[in-house]
């Protein structure tokens, strides 16, 4: 952050994101976050998102998406199923699941962007949701 001159504007805090409640702040990030748990714990964790922020706060959310076919994106579903055997619960989600979570926790508005990759190669993606 210091290379960048945004140490007095970026903030990290350490927290159990179940227990306790997220920062207020104008952005939130969960990055390889969401992927991890189950269902449920996932809609929590949106809703919790949606109270830190203000009006017109942002959350993004990137991790690697499975194409909304399930069919292109190797990655994205190879790394489904390693979450799937790996932990309880985790698996990789595809843009228009996490878009339909935001929407579903009150977030007006939404979008996806690609971050790596083109086509049937997108690796790495992000859903940006706006209160």
Known sequence: MASFGVTDRVGFQAADFFVDPLPSAEVLIMG???????LERRRLLISKAYAALPDGGALIVYEPMI??????NAFG??????LQVGLEGGFSATGAEIR?????????????RHLVGTGSTVVWSMVVGVK
Do not use: T, Y
């Open 100 to 112: 339909g979570w935001l929407r579903d926790a009150g977030f007006r508005e939404n979008s996806l």
């Open 67 to 72: 194409d909304d076919e399930r069919r292109h």
């Open 77 to 82: 579903l190879l790394m489904s199923l390693n």
């Open 32 to 38: 390889q976050i969401l992927q991890d748990w189950d």
